[in-house]
């Protein structure tokens, strides 16, 4: 019997969400089963971000060679840099049955749903736009320029939550976890994911004793 093909999760929200901290929270538990999909960018590495762990960090020339062999999946421009996800492996990942984790931005999550429609599409939301202002600011990586042009995006890219398979708000990120991985079983138990198993293993049961006639 072949694998049951894995799930694409992606994960995604407005800038200063806490999309990675999130995910973070996610893979720090025990017996995690899924494949996180590491992303590239060309924006600058913040503190306590490894190179390869939460995004692989490139020049504007490797991105953009990158996008000229097709190694990406999606890709966007957010805020003069570039966000992709590279495609090598992610379909091999699946195939093994093994769900495949994306954290990307909106404009590259909405990409990779045309690409790939069946995946599961979760927004994580602020809880509110003030708080998701201070957290941008509280980062101290930004001008207040780039700030004011995050939160704009941030209002667009909210009003794309309709989007989406599902909502989560963080507002505290134990809850947000929670929440999330209970989203994903539910996917892994719906009717049309289980039902060739079942299905199978009654054809196997009758052939069986069949053969023991």
């Known amino acids: 019997m072949t694998n049951q093909r894995g799930l694409l999760i992606v994960l995604s929200g407005p800038s200063g969400v806490g999309k990675g901290t999130v995910r973070a929270a996610i893979f720090n538990e025990k017996d995690v ?3 996180y999909s590491v ?4 924006r600058q590495m913040r ?5 390869g762990k939460d995004y692989y960090f490139v020049s504007r020339e490797e991105f953009e060679a990158l996008i000229e062999q097709d190694q990406l999946l999606e890709y966007a421009e957010y805020v003069n840099n570039y966000y992709g ?3 090598n492996k992610i379909n091999e990942t699946l195939e093994a049955g093994k769900d495949v984790f994306l ?3 909106v404009q590259g999550a909405m990409k990779v749903r045309e690409r790939m429609p069946e995946g599961i599409f979760i927004f994580l939301a602020p809880p509110n736009l003030d708080e998701l202002e201070e957290r941008i600011v509280n980062r101290g990586t930004d001008s207040r320029g780039v700030i004011v042009e995050r939160m704009q995006k941030a209002v ?3 009003k794309m939550m309709q989007h989406y398979d599902y909502v989560v708000v963080n507002d505290e990120i134990p809850n947000a976890v929670k929440k999330i991985n209970a989203i994903i079983q539910s996917e892994h138990l719906k009717v049309d994911r289980v039902v060739d198993k079942i299905q199978s293993q009654i054809y196997n049961y009758f052939q069986e004793g069949i053969n023991q006639l």
């Open 103 to 105: 954290e990307i931005e």
């Open 39 to 42: 992303s590239a960018t060309t």
């Open 156 to 158: 667009e890219e909210i």
């Open 85 to 87: 996800t590279p495609i």
């Open 47 to 51: 503190e306590g971000e490894v190179d």
């Open 33 to 35: 089963e899924y494949e």
